[in-house]
């Protein structure tokens, strides 16, 4: 049986054009719009066959888009979106963009068409069709869509999150309160919404406590375990070495403690270690690894809840739903 994919493939443009050349082919340029009537035409298919595929009733699939699917952080958030779509009789699809536009806007097809039925973001890069929505005046996406762990504030959807601009601050607090004055930070790539807000957590308590921010104790990294490791390498090789480092991820916390002990230093003696996030495999480093606690089950399981409220259109109590960390203390900050 044809299907409008195939139309999609015959014509050489997305499932998304196919879609709007019937439904709107006012708003598709004529070249693809000629090009899909040709495809239609060839494949002996009519319009009202396609259109009936797009007017089918929901399918119970919904789409989790993770960043990486190797970063153990999601697959947590992951596990509790699946036990709760299960109980609720959903499908979980997962979608990995490897920070891909195309990619993300492939998934978003997929529920513009109807081929599922909603999207569940735990990045920060957004889908073509929702960022050209806001620029074009409209502030809820065409799509059904929940934001976990990142937010997008122009964006009125719902999200869950954690406040990252209070954690960081609680962790660089506690960095102070250990007796540390030379405080660097790893943060994740600097135009992510993340980083954004787990810099000014940093730079918030760094002001309190007097002590001043320094450009050249920010390390960028990229939330990865070998993007720690380089990132402390420069920052002992800079000059003047910190005696404490907040990173923005367990990972990229593992990786700098690595280039600490490397260097011939203790830790936390030499140089205090907190990361951000709580992976299991923090508690078995050397030393154990201080680190905020993200709530993961809870934002997996908040995020699916939302997707069907917004699905079945049911009201929600709140559109932005804060959930709390905590910070985990260990080894790698323990009081000399």
Request: aromatic content about 4%; hydrophobic content about 45%.
């Amino acid at each position: 049986m044809v299907t409008i994919r195939d139309i999609a493939k015959r014509a050489g443009v997305s499932v998304a054009t196919v879609s709007r050349t019937l439904r709107e082919p006012e708003a598709v340029r004529p070249v693809r719009r000629e090009r899909v009537q040709a495809a239609i035409d060839e494949m002996n298919y009519t319009p009202d066959a396609i259109a009936r595929q797009l007017r089918r009733r929901s399918n119970e699939t919904i789409i989790v888009i993770v960043p990486e699917i190797a970063n153990p952080f999601f697959s947590g958030i992951v596990q509790a979106i699946e036990n709760v779509a299960h109980d609720l009789g959903y499908r979980v699809l997962i979608g990995e963009t490897q920070g891909k536009q195309e990619r993300l806007d492939y998934y978003a097809d997929m529920v513009q068409t109807r081929v599922a039925d909603g999207l569940i973001l735990l990045g920060s890069l957004m889908p073509r069709i929702v960022t050209n929505a806001l620029d074009s005046g409209q502030k809820e996406p065409p799509i059904p869509m929940v934001l976990a762990c990142e937010h997008f504030e122009p964006l009125e959807c719902p999200k869950v999150v954690i406040d990252n601009i209070a954690a960081a601050h609680l962790a660089v607090s506690h960095l102070i309160e250990s007796g540390r004055r030379r405080i660097a930070t790893i943060t994740g790539p600097l135009d992510n919404p993340l980083t954004v807000d787990r810099l000014q957590g940093y730079r918030d308590a760094l002001e309190e406590a007097g002590l001043p921010f320094r450009e050249d104790w920010v390390a960028p990294g990229d939330f990865s375990i070998e993007s720690g490791y380089s990132a402390m390498r420069s920052l002992l090789d800079a000059g003047q070495m910190p005696d404490g480092v907040f990173c923005a991820g367990d990972e990229m916390a593992v990786g700098a403690m690595h280039a600490i002990r490397e260097a011939g230093l203790v830790i936390p003696r030499a140089i205090a270690v907190v990361g951000f996030d709580d992976l299991r495999f923090g508690a078995f480093a050397a030393p154990p690894l201080t680190t905020i606690r993200q709530p993961a089950n809870e934002l997996g399981e908040t995020a699916m809840r939302m997707m069907d409220a917004v699905l079945h259109k049911r009201p929600l109590d709140q559109l932005k739903v804060v959930l709390p960390h905590v910070l985990v203390t260990r080894g790698s900050t323990a009081m000399s």
